[in-house]
């Protein structure tokens, strides 16, 4: 058995701050297990640029952001394993593992950061009707497949889901060749970042249909064709409104779900809406001693996000393996109310908190000139006016610990006002 | 042309502009709506110009992957997208490659390098 301080499971954009994070907070004995051959995680396929502009203050392409993490890892001494797949997480921190090399072996750490990342949804994890001919991919393996391997997916598209991942599926495959004959979105906007539209879909003049959704797919070994239809307000297709394409490849871009198998094993509580475990302000689980961080615990927009809070992970978990982690003091619940869907954390301990306490979440729908209301136990404390929201972007809002030091704990809820409401 | 409206793509923010001719601005067009300078120049250029960020791949001989990601150093004329990927499908470099390497040096005269985004051993 290998004994290290804190072992992290997974090398992408999370794994990888988290681990520096803690090395730069004194902790010297960290492992960083990866399933892939390579660390970088699926930065590695997203070549576009945009990535890095709140924490390196310029834009980079996703390899170029996944790089500087890779050096600066490697330059600090920090070990890692490649190909190396955690099978089995028990509650005492022991981690079944399994590779080529070393085979099955077992490695304990004093803590775990789980930096697993999400995985797509697929064709069946939304139930699409139709033959099932080959040419049905994920926005995301279809990414890897053109930009890694170097398999161009297919000559005519049509794109299912208007989120980030599809629309710039839209754009690259348009620029290999292939026609992309349209972005079909069931709801009655994007969920993509709107620069994503302009820059991917009008510069190539891709037709994106609102309240559309998939109702059949045709073709027997390869995928022939595919009908969508506009839909009501409760989401069902209104006959009459089917419009047939003619397409070989139809991209899904349906919606990640955070990829948690690993911690249902450690017996880690899961929050239903998320996806991802229930954590606490330092990223620490149900289970003491295993942290969580990036798209395993909820999906981010952004990556530079991802990077902000693995960092806190890192920090906490070296605190942890100090013992300056505090678990006693007042302590605060969080809960979304009206329009909000979740909040992360569920839990706040003031005595961790240095100077605010960061509250991230996401709204139910689209919103325009509304307050973003804080209360503790139902007294308003906070309210921001916001101009736009939209469930595709992540807020945060910053709570200075003042309002909460001398309080002995209670709710932290937030909610949307009309304005002047 | 009098007025335009666009959506800024610098930054994630999508500030909508408005485009308007006037001459009494520098450059000829007045911008508003956006929250920074860099959409006065974006509003500007995507009229007279509208340039974009070209990011692709190539192919990559003798290593784990077949394909380099690779990109534009500068944005290089929206018209030209095409022609550059063209371009690119008939390169092929040889590993080991460094992340900034050069692979095409001012592609199609535009005075922009394709460089690598990572490197690859």
């Not at chain 1, 709801?187 to 879909?201: A, D, E, K």
């Not at chain 2, 067009?29 to 929250?35: A, D, E, I, L, P």
Request: proline share 4%; hydrophobic share 40%; with cysteine.
């Amino acid at each position: 058995m290998l004994n290290y301080d804190i072992v992290v499971i997974g090398g992408g954009p999370a794994g990888l701050a988290a681990a520096i994070e803690a090395k730069k907070n004194g902790v010297d004995s960290i492992l960083v297990i990866e399933r892939d051959r390579e660390l970088g995680g699926i930065l590695q396929q997203c070549i576009h640029n945009g990535f890095g502009l709140h924490i390196f203050k310029e834009e980079l392409t996703g390899p170029e952001y996944a790089q500087r993490f890779i050096e600066q890892l490697e330059d600090m001494g920090i070990s890692y394993k490649l190909d190396t797949m955690v099978l089995d997480i028990s509650e005492d921190k022991s981690l079944m593992v399994m590779n080529r090399t070393d085979g099955l072996l077992k490695i304990r750490g004093k803590a775990i950061i789980l930096a697993m990342g999400c995985r797509e949804r697929t064709r069946g994890a939304i139930n699409i009707p139709g033959t099932r001919p080959a040419g049905v991919f994920t926005a995301g393996t279809a990414q890897r497949f053109v930009n890694m391997e170097g398999y161009m997916v297919g000559k005519k598209v049509v794109i299912l889901g208007s989120g980030d991942i599809g629309l710039i599926m839209a754009r690259r495959l348009t620029l290999e060749g292939a026609e992309v004959k349209a972005v079909a979105e069931l709801m009655p906007y994007s969920g993509g970042l709107t620069r994503n539209i302009v820059q991917c879909l009008d510069d190539f003049d891709i037709p994106l249909f609102l309240s559309h959704t998939l109702i059949d797919i045709k073709g027997r070994d390869r995928v022939e064709g595919i009908t969508i239809a506009k839909v009501d307000e409760n989401r069902k297709p209104i006959p009459g409104t089917e419009q047939h394409y003619e397409c070989d490849t139809l991209l899904l871009s349906v919606g990640l779900i955070p990829e948690n198998e690993l911690s249902k094993s450690a017996g880690i509580q899961l929050d239903s809406i998320t996806g991802g475990p229930v954590v606490n302000e330092a990223m620490e689980t149900s289970v003491k001693g295993i942290f969580a961080c990036g798209n395993v615990v909820h999906v981010h927009d952004l990556v530079d996000w991802v990077t902000e809070e693995s960092r806190r992970a890192g920090r906490n978990a070296a605190k942890f393996i100090k013992d300056e982690l505090w678990d006693g003091g007042p302590s605060f619940r969080t809960a979304a109310e009206k329009g909000i869907r979740y909040i992360v954390p569920h839990m706040v301990r003031v005595e961790n908190v240095e100077q605010t306490v960061d509250l991230f979440m996401r709204v139910d729908d689209v919103y325009t000139n509304v307050n973003m209301v804080v209360k503790l136990d139902g007294v308003r404390i906070r309210t921001i006016t916001k101009k736009h929201l939209a469930p595709g972007e992540m807020e945060s809002i910053k709570i200075p610990t003042k309002f909460l030091k001398e309080k002995s704990g209670g709710l932290l809820t937030v909610c949307l006002e009309k304005e002047g409401a | 042309m009098n007025k335009k409206e666009m959506i800024c793509i610098v930054c994630p923010m999508g500030c909508r502009l408005t485009l308007q001719e006037d001459v009494n601005e520098e450059k000829g067009y007045k911008v508003s709506g956006n929250q920074c300078h860099r959409g006065i120049e974006y509003g500007i250029m995507e009229q007279v110009n509208p340039t974009r960020a070209l990011t692709s791949t190539v192919k990559i001989k003798d290593s784990s992957l077949n394909r380099l990601p690779v990109r534009t150093d500068h944005p290089i004329p929206k018209a030209m997208l095409f022609e550059c990927m063209k371009l690119l499908n008939h390169i092929e470099i040889q590993a080991p490659i460094k992340m900034g390497d050069i692979v095409v040096e001012n592609v199609l005269n535009t005075g922009a390098n394709i460089i690598a985004s990572r490197s690859m051993a």
